[in-house]
Nanobody
Framework: QVQLVESGGGSVQAGGSLRLSCAAFGYMDSSYCMGWFRQAPGKEREGVAAVDVNSGTSYADFVKGRFTASQDNAKNTLYLQMNSLKPEDTAMYYC??????????????????WGQGTQVTVSS
């Protein structure tokens, strides 16, 4: 069992930055992926970015060049640095973790574990 605890959400004006953190507690598969997803009111959940066990990263097209995902293995923590934020980035952001067997981690991993979410609000 893995517990994921997100932090770092908040409110910011357009063009601003936030950094999300996700601390993982428990045993992770030897081949794992950790990722960020988001869901805005009335919209489906969508993948944002992910990092695999080899520190390979994958991103959704709408955040490329603005968001950076990284991990600190010593701290079992996943990060999402979000720059140049736009009002359309407003959503609940969730951390997820699961098994990865190759390919684009964000799109192919089986995400078994989810955090409670942290709200990001970007005002214009």
């Amino acid at each position: 069992q893995v517990q994921l605890v997100e932090s770092g959400g908040g409110s910011v004006q357009a063009g601003g930055s936030l950094r999300l953190s996700c601390a993982a507690f428990g045993y992770m598969d030897s081949s794992y992926c950790m990722g960020w997803f988001r869901q805005a009111p009335g919209k489906e959940r969508e993948g944002v970015a992910a990092v695999d066990v080899n520190s390979g990263t994958s991103y959704a097209d709408f955040v490329k060049g603005r968001f950076t995902a990284s991990q600190d293995n010593a701290k079992n923590t996943l990060y999402l640095q979000m720059n140049s934020l736009k009002p359309e980035d407003t959503a609940m952001y969730y951390c997820a973790a699961g098994s990865w067997y190759g390919g684009s981690c964000l799109r192919t991993a089986l995400f078994h574990y989810w955090g409670q979410g942290t709200q990001v609000t970007v005002s214009s």
